[in-house]
């Protein structure tokens, strides 16, 4: 089985950063895409960020050039960096991971990031 477990939300001032690990298990995530997703409250999920099993990374843009995305394969672990963190990136942070075929989606629960102004 599949499991992304998200750690490292929290609350933080504006400007300050944070930097959110994504535990994979039952997935390779080198051979694999893995990216992050976002939700803030009544609006819908957002795209952040994504790293596709070659390396190649893409942001969303509102966060390009804040955020940065990154993964250890020894560890099975993705990360996103979090910087100048802003009031409006308050949201619940999700984990996205892709089986090899592209076909199936796997979803952490989400970890919480509040930035207060």
């Known amino acids: 089985q599949v499991h992304l477990v998200e750690s490292g939300g929290g609350l933080v001032q504006a400007g300050g950063s944070l930097t959110l690990s994504c535990a994979v298990s039952g997935l390779e995530i080198s051979s694999n895409g893995q990216g992050w997703y976002r939700r803030a409250p009544g609006k819908q999920r957002e795209w952040v960020a994504t790293m596709t099993s070659g390396g190649s990374r893409a942001y969303g843009d509102s966060v390009r050039g804040r955020f940065t995305i990154s993964r250890d394969n020894a560890k099975s672990t993705v990360y996103l960096q979090m910087n100048s963190l802003k009031p409006e990136d308050t949201a619940v942070y999700y984990c996205?991971?892709?089986?090899?075929?592209?076909?199936?989606?796997?979803w952490g629960q989400g970890t919480q990031v509040t930035v207060s102004s």
């Open positions: 996205w991971g892709q089986s090899a075929s592209g076909i199936d989606n796997y």
